[in-house]
């Protein structure tokens, strides 16, 4: 029977490594070391380090998809003006980014830097580690079109590309007040688009 903490253990090990120190850096002694597990135990759970990077793709979708759950169980869609919810959700997706601004600063984006590091040594985790933007984006656009925004998929695409890159310059700064920012920035944007088009 598989020892579910020493495997859980493992994968919290590899999403931390592969993102602070990188995929290619990170050794299977690192692994087994953060986990702390035998070395030999760490090929018991995983056949390779590109078994380990499906695993943390995995996660991150996983991650995406239960931050939005949250936020659609906290918000429902029922009992108000459709819009309303809309509006409400959108302030709760940039409060759920907010959380997320110091670590990111200071370390990068887990998902990006997973989706470029995983491309050619494990180009399947690379695209699914990707489809965690792509459920970010997806909820963001459905929600600005429900709240009245004429352009909601492409609005959501340029608000993700936009925390993206804010992430890189704050990372770069080592200043998450930069991300802080440019976030506000665009929520703040969005509610005005939506805000005129209401009218």
Known sequence: MVDRSKRQRLEDAA???FWIKGYAATS??????EAAVPIGNVYYYFKSKAALADTVAAMFVAGSQAAIDHIEQEIPA?????????IQRIT????MLEKSHQSRAHSGCPIARSISDFRRPAPQAANVAGQALTILTAFLGRE????????GMAAAQQSIALWQGA???????????????LCA???ALLQRDIASHSM
């Open 167 to 181: 992430i890189v310059l704050a990372h770069g700064a080592d200043d998450f007040q930069i991300l802080r920012r």
């Open 92 to 95: 709760a997706f940039f409060a």
């Open 28 to 33: 299977i002694a690192d692994l087994a070391h």
């Open 78 to 86: 029922t009992g108000q003006v459709s819009a309303q919810i809309g």
């Open 185 to 187: 920035e665009q929520h």
């Open 15 to 17: 999403a931390q490594l």
């Open 144 to 151: 600005l079109n429900r709240a009245g925004h004429p352009n």
